[in-house]
């Protein structure tokens, strides 16, 4: 039986301690982290995720400036936009909440966001750096993950890895964080034959796919580490992940839940990132956790 890894609990610990860092800063200072967020259109579940990044944004301390879009917004007046909040000293970090609605070019979007202030870690200049194994602002829900294994020890250097999926947002910058720190990285994606082989293969599987129960317990070796980053959410509203994860905890030595392990994290890394952009912008220290 695996152990849980707990992704409300380590969360919760990196929260509380930039919480102390920002309540310092105020005092001192009387400065607090800005992030802003765009939203466009009306998707519910990028409301949903926004309200989530608010709800942590006022809890930690941080102004958070919430730019709600209606949909049909052109492209010129959201790049204007976030022109606007590049040029803005009182505003450290900007998110562009996507998907964006078919219409636009989130590319040239994302692009747009100065990478000082890139708090996704999406502008290609930030992904650059990651690429290249420079220091750089990293994509939260990877980061988290790194977080994670760090927290249980969970040794990265020699092992095989597999990352089923590749989305530029999960499966990619986990695979360069992965390969700095010296594991065998497999990218497998819906092209990729014979998953169940590479599956097999890994000491480390993450599956980032938004396919419910992907992984069965006979893809997956025995005491091997599953991350699951998969979120579906079923016709009886549940949440589900890729893993079968009644099945596959039997045979794991590790095992994230969902709802609740890499979730939590993906949020507590956007307020890290969001400190540690105002710190570099402000010259204060960065947080350690
Ligand atoms: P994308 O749709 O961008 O990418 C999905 C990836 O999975 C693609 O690379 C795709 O392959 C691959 N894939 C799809 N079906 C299969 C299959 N049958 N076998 C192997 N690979 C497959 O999704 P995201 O990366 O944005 O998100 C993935 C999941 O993670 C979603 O459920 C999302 O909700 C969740 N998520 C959770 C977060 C959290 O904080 N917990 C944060 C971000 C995402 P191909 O490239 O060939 O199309």
Do not use: W
Request: proline share 4%; glycine share 8%.
């Amino acid at each position: 039986m695996a152990v849980i890894i707990d992704g409300k609990k380590a969360s919760g610990e990196i929260l509380r301690f930039l919480q102390l860092m920002v309540a310092d800063i105020k005092l001192k200072h009387n400065i607090a982290p800005t992030l802003a967020v765009i939203l466009v259109g009306d998707d519910p579940a990028s409301k949903v995720y926004v309200s989530k990044k608010e709800e942590m944004a006022k809890k930690i301390g941080f102004n958070s400036l919430m730019i709600n879009l209606p949909d049909g917004t052109g492209q010129k007046e959201i790049a204007e936009k976030i022109e606007e909040l590049n040029q803005d000293d009182e505003v450290n970090a900007i998110l562009v909440q996507l998907p964006l609605p078919d219409y636009l070019d989130s590319h040239a979007l994302i692009n747009g966001i100065s990478p000082m202030k890139d708090v996704d870690g999406f502008t290609p200049y930030n992904f650059g750096l990651l690429a290249t194994g420079k220091e750089s602002v990293v994509p939260c829900t990877a980061l988290g993950i790194m977080k994670l294994l760090e927290e249980y020890n969970i040794q990265l250097a020699g092992k095989n890895v597999t990352i089923v999926g590749r989305s530029n947002i999960v499966g990619k910058p986990l695979a360069h964080l992965m390969m700095a720190k010296n594991a065998t990285v497999t990218v497998a994606h819906s092209k990729t034959e014979n998953l169940k082989e590479h599956t097999l293969n890994a000491d480390i599987l993450v599956c980032a796919t938004g396919k419910k129960h992907l992984i069965t317990s006979d893809m997956v070796k025995e005491g091997a580490v599953v991350i699951d980053v998969g979120i579906t959410r079923g016709e009886d509203g549940k949440l589900a992940g890729d893993v079968d994860y009644e099945n596959v905890k039997e045979k794991a030595s590790f095992i994230t839940p969902v709802p609740g392990g890499v979730g939590p994290m993906t949020i507590a890394m956007l307020a890290y990132n969001t400190y540690k952009l105002f710190a570099i912008q402000k010259a204060f220290p960065e947080g350690s956790k």
